[in-house]
């Protein structure tokens, strides 16, 4: 059973205050990515068709929901996990010129996640994709875009502090940037996830650069799909992936805490070799692959931002059901209660 890691808690805002500072933030922070990086609203679908592989595969293994639809004679339909790769095909559908690009609000519901504090089945992000020419696909674009996405952070931040006195802002000045390679060699014997809370305390916000390709000792730091962020090109460095995650440290959980995966998107180049050393070629096929590698889709950038993560982070409260409603063992319910924590 999961609960929440403190034997004592309460609440900075109460619940009403709590919906209120919600929608504060869901109003004001896409608003304020959206200028930052040139990004359009647009609306997104809840499920799509299945088998157009259109739909991400996150860690290739999780199921979505399915379910037929009476009126295309019982054709399954698929709830979206995320849209990182309908995203893509929006910016030329849109006809998005290079420089601009997207943004919307998705909702998802992913069956097979582990109930923990800050995880749930329900799954909110700001997913935004960017055109950008090839001349970008480098780091040096990569962590300008990275800068942008955190000042836009920094900014909400400060604005949820003036308008709700009692939430103190915490964030760094800056966020680092660390490749995953460095940082197994600065803690060869810790796992992933102990490397991370080790960098994310250090630093408060962190960058990490170099997701899904194999690292020195043979594994890769943390697994991704074949077919959205390019994790194997080298880099100016030397290393390999022009994707990461945004790490920040969460004082009131006492770990660290993504917010954000994000990255350069695969070329049709990389597409083909990560799906050769993922053996996903069987996927070369699909409406959404067959489009990329014929190199019809444009170049671009993107990401999925936690809803629910941020707003955890910015209200400074211990468990994500306290920022979203959704379904919860009775147990974990009663054993919240106990601890002061009271699910929406």
């Avoid at 059973?1 to 504060?24: G, N, V």
């Avoid at 998005?96 to 943004?103: E, L, T, W």
């Avoid at 780091?139 to 400060?158: G, P, Q, S």
């Avoid at 408060?204 to 997701?211: E, W, Y």
Wanted: one cysteine or more; charged letters at 25%; aromatic letters at 8%.
């Amino acid at each position: 059973m999961h609960t929440a890691p403190h034997l004592t808690y309460k609440s900075i805002l109460d619940r009403l205050e709590t919906e209120s500072a919600l929608e504060f933030i869901k109003y004001h922070f896409p608003k304020i990515l959206g200028n930052k990086l040139d990004l359009s609203k647009i609306s997104s679908p809840l499920a799509i068709m299945d088998g157009t592989g259109i739909n991400d595969d996150l860690n290739g293994i999780e199921r979505p929901v399915n379910f037929p639809i009476k009126n295309q004679q019982d054709k399954k339909a698929v709830v979206i996990h995320s849209l990182a790769k309908w995203k893509r095909w929006q910016l030329k559908e849109l006809d998005i010129p290079a420089g601009k690009g997207i943004i919307t609000d998705m909702r998802a519901l992913r069956p097979d996640e582990d109930y923990t504090p800050i995880h749930s089945l329900y799954v909110d992000q700001w997913d935004w994709e960017k055109h950008i020419l090839p001349s970008h696909r480098n780091l040096t674009f990569l962590k300008d875009t990275v800068t942008r996405v955190y000042a836009a952070l920094k900014e909400t931040e400060m604005m949820i502090h003036d308008t709700f006195k009692a939430l103190h802002p915490v964030l760094p000045e800056a966020i680092t940037f660390i490749q995953t390679e460095d940082l197994l060699a600065q803690y060869p014997d810790l796992t992933p996830k102990e490397r991370e809370q080790k960098v994310a305390e250090r630093y408060g916000a962190v960058f990490l650069i170099g997701i899904g390709a194999k690292l020195s000792n043979g594994e890769a730091h943390d697994s991704r799909a074949s077919d959205y962020d390019d994790w194997s090109s080298s880099t100016e460095e030397g290393y390999f992936g022009i994707n990461g995650d945004i790490l920040l440290w969460n004082p009131v959980l006492n770990q660290s805490f993504e917010i954000s995966s994000m990255g350069v998107r695969v070329d049709a180049a990389s597409l083909a070799h990560q799906m050769k050393i993922s053996y996903t070629e069987q996927r070369k096929k699909l409406f959404f692959h067959k489009n990329l590698l014929e190199g019809k889709l444009p170049e671009s950038i993107g990401g999925g931002i936690g809803q629910s993560r941020v707003c955890m982070f910015l209200l400074k409260k211990t468990h994500i059901g306290e920022v979203q409603a959704g379904i919860w063992p009775e147990e974990i319910i009663h054993s919240c209660k106990d601890l002061g924590i009271n699910l929406m």
